[in-house]
């Protein structure tokens, strides 16, 4: 989960506790609360005990405008309320992203000297729809906990494997953000490319290589190979070692021609969806596959 202290970001998973405390909430609330009533009392709409005066300008006596026409303009006194009131919501609107708002406060600022008390009632009126209509512009996803766990998995299939296949712990990174997305079509997608630079691999080990061609042609390869060196050994390798290279070079084959026939034709050509419970089952069998070899090889 993100920290409190920072920004969240595009694509940032954040928790509901770290929503509120970033961005106090709380805080934000009552500040528009009182300023919405300071508008309403500009406008000569609350009654003179429900007037929002901090207590020392109680204490002193002091007005927070000229007189009760609508065309007063406000006092020093005043002016000090409203930046008390709206100085800080600046700053705390920073982290929010509301440009907008701020803009709008500073405006407000810079006129509250010259400004009549309805013109400033427009204001503030108008600073708090563009608090709203600016809050609506940012949206949040909701996940429960075991999606969010999901979702921020780094490495979701151990360090070894992340640091033996770096590009498909990325594929696999991506495909558990997709399920936990609900994203199943996409997961699969993206735990067939893991797949494939897992082929590239073994291609490699075998003296062929893997770019565009279909899978079913590398496959045939591959498999030819693993016939000659059974019947011939491994040129370099005493018998143990080539039968245990063997062993995991054809297992490694056996289990992308299931992906193949299984999955990836599928996904590829546009056959069928995946709901995300197919999606979560792939990952883990593609997970482990790439698991088991990293073990013996890598990128």
Same mark, same amino acid.
């Given at each position: 989960?993100?920290?409190?202290?920072?920004?969240?970001?595009?694509?940032?998973?954040?928790?509901?506790?770290?929503?509120?405390?970033?961005?106090?909430?709380?805080?934000?609330?009552?500040?528009?609360?009182?300023?919405?009533?300071?508008?309403?009392?500009?406008?000569?709409?609350?009654?003179?005990?429900?007037?929002?005066?901090?207590?020392?300008?109680?204490?002193?006596?002091?007005?927070?405008?000229?007189?009760?026409?609508?065309?007063?303009?406000?006092?020093?006194?005043?002016?000090?309320?409203?930046?008390?009131?709206?100085?800080?919501?600046?700053?705390?609107?920073?982290?929010?992203?509301?440009?907008?708002?701020?803009?709008?406060?500073?405006?407000?600022?810079?006129?509250?000297?010259?400004?009549?008390?309805?013109?400033?009632?427009?204001?503030?009126?108008?600073?708090?729809?563009?608090?709203?209509?600016?809050?609506?512009?940012?949206?949040?996803?909701?996940?429960?906990?075991?999606?969010?766990?999901?979702?921020?998995?780094?490495?979701?299939? =151990?360090?070894?494997?992340? =640091?033996?296949?770096?590009?498909?712990?990325?594929?696999?990174?991506?495909?558990?953000?997709?399920?936990?997305?609900?994203?199943?079509?996409?997961?699969?997608?993206?735990?067939?490319?893991?797949?494939?630079?897992?082929?590239?691999?073994?291609?490699?080990?075998?003296?062929?290589?893997?770019?565009?061609?279909?899978?079913?042609?590398?496959?045939?390869?591959?498999?030819?190979?693993? =016939?000659?060196?059974?019947?011939?050994?491994?040129?370099?390798?005493?018998?143990?070692?080539?039968?245990?290279?063997?062993?995991?070079?054809?297992?490694?084959?056996?289990?992308?021609?299931?992906?193949?026939?299984?999955?990836?034709?599928?996904?590829?050509?546009?056959?069928?969806?995946?709901?995300?419970?197919?999606?979560?089952?792939?990952?883990?069998?593609?997970?482990?596959?790439?698991?088991?070899?990293?073990?013996?090889?890598?990128?």
């Amino acid at each position: 989960m993100s920290s409190a202290a920072g920004e969240l970001h595009p694509g940032e998973l954040c928790s509901l506790w770290d929503l509120m405390i970033k961005f106090d909430v709380r805080l934000l609330i009552v500040r528009l609360s009182h300023i919405e009533r300071f508008e309403k009392e500009l406008c000569g709409h609350l009654r003179p005990e429900e007037r929002p005066l901090e207590p020392q300008m109680k204490s002193l006596g002091e007005p927070l405008w000229a007189n009760d026409s609508s065309a007063a303009l406000t006092t020093e006194a005043g002016r000090k309320w409203i930046w008390a009131t709206i100085g800080p919501l600046m700053d705390e609107l920073k982290p929010l992203g509301l440009t907008a708002c701020q803009l709008e406060i500073q405006h407000i600022w810079n006129h509250a000297d010259r400004w009549t008390r309805l013109q400033l009632a427009d204001g503030f009126a108008a600073l708090r729809w563009k608090v709203a209509a600016e809050l609506n512009e940012k949206f949040f996803l909701f996940l429960d906990k075991q999606d969010a766990e999901l979702f921020e998995r780094e490495e979701p299939f =151990g360090s070894q494997m992340a =640091g033996a296949f770096p590009s498909a712990n990325q594929e696999l990174k991506d495909a558990a953000q997709c399920i936990s997305l609900g994203k199943g079509t996409a997961a699969v997608f993206h735990a067939m490319r893991a797949v494939e630079i897992g082929i590239r691999v073994v291609a490699r080990e075998v003296g062929k290589s893997f770019d565009v061609q279909q899978w079913n042609d590398i496959l045939n390869q591959i498999e030819s190979v693993l =016939g000659e060196w059974r019947r011939n050994g491994i040129p370099g390798l005493l018998k143990p070692d080539k039968d245990a290279k063997l062993e995991y070079l054809s297992r490694a084959a056996a289990e992308i021609g299931y992906f193949k026939d299984g999955w990836r034709n599928y996904v590829s050509h546009n056959k069928r969806p995946y709901d995300t419970l197919e999606a979560k089952s792939i990952y883990e069998h593609v997970g482990s596959f790439m698991k088991i070899l990293s073990e013996h090889l890598s990128e």
